[in-house]
């Protein structure tokens, strides 16, 4: 399987609403975080989105923050294989 990891903000962009109903989906793990969090998040590239190609898809994401030497994830999710 070969899949792409896409870190920047031009990149991860066409993702945001697809993310955006990943997280939703899971609100009961993650809690609520409204969408322009997300949005404000890829634009400093603190949101990284994990795609398939071949199935055209994302697989997951990863949501963090940091600050000085400190590494915080909001978010980690990894979607099934359909």
Not at 8 to 26: I, Q, R, S, Y
Not at 28 to 42: K, M
């Amino acid at each position: 399987m070969a899949i792409e990891i896409f870190k920047t903000f031009e990149k991860v962009e066409p993702f945001l609403e697809a993310v955006c109903h990943l997280a939703d989906e899971n609100r009961s793990i993650f809690g609520f975080l409204p969408h322009p969090a997300y949005s404000d998040l890829a634009v400093r590239d603190q949101l990284w989105v994990v795609h398939d190609p071949l199935e055209k898809r994302i697989c997951g994401y990863m949501l963090f923050g940091m600050s000085n030497s400190h590494l915080r994830i909001f978010q980690l999710c990894v979607t099934e294989k359909d």
